[in-house]
Protein backbone atom coordinates (compact mmCIF):
# COMPACT_ATOMS: atom_id res chain seq x y z
CA UNK A 1 0.00 0.00 0.00
CA UNK A 2 2.84 2.20 0.78
CA UNK A 3 5.26 1.40 -2.35
CA UNK A 4 1.77 2.33 -4.39
CA UNK A 5 2.71 5.73 -3.69
CA UNK A 6 5.59 5.64 -5.15
CA UNK A 7 4.31 5.35 -8.96
CA UNK A 8 7.77 4.29 -10.48
CA UNK A 9 9.02 1.57 -7.91
CA UNK A 10 11.84 3.63 -7.54
CA UNK A 11 12.34 4.23 -3.85
CA UNK A 12 16.11 5.35 -2.35
CA UNK A 13 17.45 4.33 0.64
CA UNK A 14 16.18 6.87 3.02
CA UNK A 15 12.94 6.32 1.50
CA UNK A 16 12.60 2.92 2.07
CA UNK A 17 13.98 3.62 6.20
CA UNK A 18 11.29 6.10 6.53
CA UNK A 19 8.30 3.19 5.47
CA UNK A 20 10.10 1.21 7.77
CA UNK A 21 9.74 3.28 10.60
CA UNK A 22 6.77 3.66 10.20
CA UNK A 23 5.30 0.21 9.60
CA UNK A 24 7.52 -0.40 12.72
CA UNK A 25 5.28 2.10 14.63
CA UNK A 26 2.15 1.26 13.68
CA UNK A 27 3.12 -2.44 14.80
CA UNK A 28 4.02 -1.15 18.37
CA UNK A 29 0.96 0.99 18.72
CA UNK A 30 -1.26 -1.98 17.46
CA UNK A 31 0.56 -3.59 20.26
CA UNK A 32 0.14 -1.10 22.93
CA UNK A 33 -3.62 -0.87 22.30
CA UNK A 34 -3.55 -4.27 23.04
CA UNK A 35 -2.09 -4.27 26.54
CA UNK A 36 -3.73 -1.40 27.32
CA UNK A 37 -7.14 -3.05 26.96
CA UNK A 38 -5.76 -6.32 28.56
CA UNK A 39 -4.77 -4.38 31.42
CA UNK A 40 -8.32 -2.63 31.50
CA UNK A 41 -9.92 -6.02 31.91
CA UNK A 42 -7.39 -7.26 33.93
CA UNK A 43 -8.57 -4.48 36.56
CA UNK A 44 -12.23 -4.90 35.97
CA UNK A 45 -11.80 -8.83 36.39
CA UNK A 46 -10.10 -7.60 39.84
CA UNK A 47 -13.03 -5.72 40.95
CA UNK A 48 -15.53 -7.97 40.69
CA UNK A 49 -12.86 -10.72 42.03
CA UNK A 50 -13.47 -8.47 45.02
CA UNK A 51 -16.94 -8.44 45.36
CA UNK A 52 -17.63 -12.36 44.63
CA UNK A 53 -15.01 -13.21 47.61
CA UNK A 54 -16.41 -17.03 48.09
CA UNK A 55 -14.70 -18.61 51.50
CA UNK A 56 -15.60 -21.39 52.93
CA UNK A 57 -17.91 -21.53 56.15
CA UNK A 58 -16.21 -20.76 59.56
CA UNK A 59 -17.12 -24.50 60.23
CA UNK A 60 -15.25 -25.86 56.82
CA UNK A 61 -11.99 -23.65 57.75
CA UNK A 62 -10.47 -26.77 57.78
CA UNK A 63 -10.72 -27.05 53.77
CA UNK A 64 -8.62 -23.77 53.14
CA UNK A 65 -5.64 -25.40 55.46
CA UNK A 66 -5.23 -28.72 54.67
CA UNK A 67 -5.31 -29.72 50.89
CA UNK A 68 -5.51 -33.57 52.64
CA UNK A 69 -8.94 -32.82 53.69
CA UNK A 70 -10.26 -31.78 50.74
CA UNK A 71 -9.18 -34.82 48.66
CA UNK A 72 -10.64 -37.11 51.78
CA UNK A 73 -13.48 -35.25 51.64
CA UNK A 74 -13.93 -35.64 47.68
CA UNK A 75 -13.10 -39.14 48.28
CA UNK A 76 -15.66 -39.94 50.63
CA UNK A 77 -18.33 -38.26 48.77
CA UNK A 78 -17.54 -39.82 45.53
CA UNK A 79 -17.76 -43.19 47.53
CA UNK A 80 -20.93 -42.17 49.16
CA UNK A 81 -22.28 -41.58 45.94
CA UNK A 82 -21.32 -44.81 44.11
CA UNK A 83 -22.48 -47.13 47.02
CA UNK A 84 -25.77 -45.63 47.27
CA UNK A 85 -26.35 -43.62 44.30
CA UNK A 86 -27.91 -40.40 46.50
CA UNK A 87 -26.78 -36.94 45.82
CA UNK A 88 -24.05 -35.78 48.15
CA UNK A 89 -23.76 -32.31 50.16
CA UNK A 90 -20.54 -31.98 53.12
CA UNK A 91 -22.32 -30.55 55.97
CA UNK A 92 -19.26 -29.87 58.07
CA UNK A 93 -15.72 -31.72 58.18
CA UNK A 94 -13.74 -32.18 61.66
CA UNK A 95 -10.53 -33.40 61.97
CA UNK A 96 -10.07 -36.36 64.55
CA UNK A 97 -6.39 -36.49 66.08
CA UNK A 98 -4.95 -39.86 67.19
Known sequence: MVLAIFKDGNISVG????IAV???L???FVLAVII???WLMQKGMEKIDAKT???PREENKI?????NAVVASLVATMEFYRET???VRIVSIKRIED
Open 26 to 28: IVF
Open 63 to 67: LSEDE
Open 15 to 18: EAFL
Open 36 to 38: FIT
Open 22 to 24: VAI
Open 85 to 87: GKD
Open 53 to 55: NIL
